[in-house]
């Protein structure tokens, strides 16, 4: 009875590390200087449990190309997690629902739109969706707000 108690904690110990360590939630955010709502988005980011990396760029275009973010799907910040692209305000669901899908590239809440993550002035509140880009790049709706 002592050893199967000590072998549930110790699967329990096991267990619960790896799960920590599998869940990596560091992400890190390339933006612009002067970018305020980029920074409402890293708090947000934070305020859900994610470890933020905050770079400041010179030149946000010439991140988003290096990244493969595709123009229309651009707006301000661009973030990466695990190798996927996270472009724009995207809400923090979305960015863990992306873990179960290496298939794409990465996502995109395209524009800024009011009322998304970091976006929120008042009660406005414009329909969105985030759009996800595939291996073939062609582009998905995963979510819509
Ligand atoms: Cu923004």
């Known amino acids: 009875m002592l050893s199967k108690l000590r072998y549930a904690a110790l699967v329990a110990m096991i267990s619960g590390g790896m799960a920590h360590a599998g869940s990596s939630l560091t992400i890190d ?32 275009s010439a991140v988003k190309q290096r990244l493969g973010v595709p123009a229309r799907l651009g707006s301000c910040h661009t973030a990466v997690i695990n190798g996927q692209f996270v472009e724009g305000h995207v809400p923090a669901q979305q960015i863990l629902a992306l873990q179960n899908r ?44």
């Open 102 to 145: 290496p298939d794409l590239l990465g996502i995109a809440v395209p524009g800024m739109p009011m009322g998304s993550p970091g976006m929120e002035y008042g009660d406005r509140k414009d329909p969105y969706q985030v759009v996800g880009l595939t291996t073939d790049r062609d582009l998905e709706i995963v979510a819509e707000y």
């Open 29 to 60: 955010v390339h933006r612009d200087a002067n970018c305020g709502c980029c920074k409402e988005w890293i708090q947000y980011l934070e305020q859900n449990g994610f470890t933020v990396k905050d770079h400041v760029e010179p030149n946000m």
